[in-house]
């Protein structure tokens, strides 16, 4: 059993034991179709990216700290993302993405899907000015057998070389958590990574 299933099972139990309140998370990308600077998937990960997270339950207390390096290749239509991970309690982890491009929907918006070994099926996402809403479901192993919960990720870029990412963790539709990344490229990637993933200090 992974800590993160540890600590997302224990959150789903207290949050069931407790009167649960409707989630926060937005829903409205196309509303963000104006902002800049515009979000391309494909440019802002090619090459390689650094991210540093935190884990936060529902009432807004820190979980888990974790830091990511990430390496981005393009083909086509497909972008694959190799994501190596580093917890602050030694656990290591990897997820390679693989996110292919399906163009613009009838409203405009750019659709993108993608498949990931620990994922549940397959993602989907939207992008709309400087904005993704990405959302999927995975089975996390606990004590008490497997949870499937489902991640609304929104990654907000700010720059050229900073995006902000919040995902809002849920169970049934109640919100059990929350994860908190920034993502840095480029210059600053470069002036700062790759991140040691060999030691949490």
């Known amino acids: ?3 993160l299933g540890q600590v997302i099972s224990s959150i789903f139990t207290v949050v069931l034991a407790a009167v649960a309140l409707a989630g ?14 515009a979000l391309s998937l494909e440019e802002f990960f090619e090459g390689e990216t650094v991210a540093y997270g935190i884990f936060e339950d529902r009432f807004g207390s820190l979980k888990r700290q974790f ?3 990430i390496s981005g290749t393009v083909e086509g239509d497909t972008l694959t ?3 190596d991970f580093l917890y602050d309690d030694g656990e290591k982890a990897t997820r390679v993405w693989t996110i292919t491009n399906k163009g613009a929907g009838a409203d405009g918006l750019m659709r993108y899907s993608g498949t990931a070994e620990d994922i549940d099926g397959e993602a989907s996402g939207t992008v709309a000015g400087n904005a993704l809403r990405w959302t999927y479901s995975i089975d996390l192993i606990t004590d008490d057998g497997t949870i499937n919960v489902t991640f609304d990720d929104w990654i907000y870029q700010q720059d050229e070389h900073v995006a902000i990412n919040r995902a809002y ?3 049934f539709g109640i919100e059990i958590g929350s994860v908190t990344l ?6 600053v ?8 993933l060999e030691q949490w200090s």
């Open 189 to 196: 990637a470069a002036a700062v990574g790759p991140l040691n």
């Open 24 to 37: 926060c998370a937005p829903n409205n990308v196309a509303s963000l179709a104006g902002n800049t600077p």
């Open 169 to 171: 963790v849920s169970k």
């Open 81 to 83: 993302l190799d994501e």
């Open 67 to 69: 830091r990511v390096n």
């Open 182 to 187: 920034v993502f840095l490229r480029g210059k």
């Open 1 to 3: 059993m992974t800590r």
